[in-house]
């Protein structure tokens, strides 16, 4: 088990029935584990996780903190497809990150330390940044959409020099909100 292990329990079935996955730490592939690629239940018992509904760490990004989802929808999932999860690094509880419009951290940048339901309320007139640099301890989730919505990326300390790194498919970002994580 790492350091930044949690438990996660991933059910077949609706509101946690079924065949059950227990996971301690990074999972690449359920199938590896005996378990096919249907989840339609969730609990997250401590840590806060990214999962994957392709296995090895690909596909759409899904964030759960700790609680129970009873069926897939609860995680704005659009059909039962889970093929991997691990969990999200913490190293405490400071968060700041840039933003930047081109390329390698070229053109306008914009810096947060805090959660923001619309990144042009900050000033900066678009809505695509082509690369960011995580600092600090904390992870951030990242939304196509203001308020919170739409396809989701989890980025974690670290250099992303274009967009593709965080596994994006267009370097659209419109809300950004810290990983609070509970253990």
Known sequence: MSQYSG???????????????????????????????????????????????????????????????????????????MGSCKPIKMHGEQYRMELYEGQNFTGQCVELCDDCPFLQSTGFSKNCFNSIKVYGDGAWVMYEEPNYRGRMYIVERGNYCLFMDWQAENPNIQSIRRVVNYF
């Not at 990074?26 to 997250?44: A, L, T």
């Not at 759960?64 to 897939?72: A, N, S, V």
């Open 7 to 81: 438990k996660i329990v991933f059910y077949e079935g609706k509101c946690f029935t079924g065949q059950r996955l227990e996971v301690f730490g990074d999972c690449e592939n359920f199938q590896d584990r005996g378990f096919m690629n249907r989840v339609n239940s969730i609990r997250v018992e401590s840590g806060a996780w990214v999962c994957f509904d392709h296995p090895d760490f690909k596909g759409q990004q899904y964030m759960l903190e700790k609680g129970e989802y009873p069926d897939f929808q609860r995680w704005n999932a659009h059909n039962d497809h």
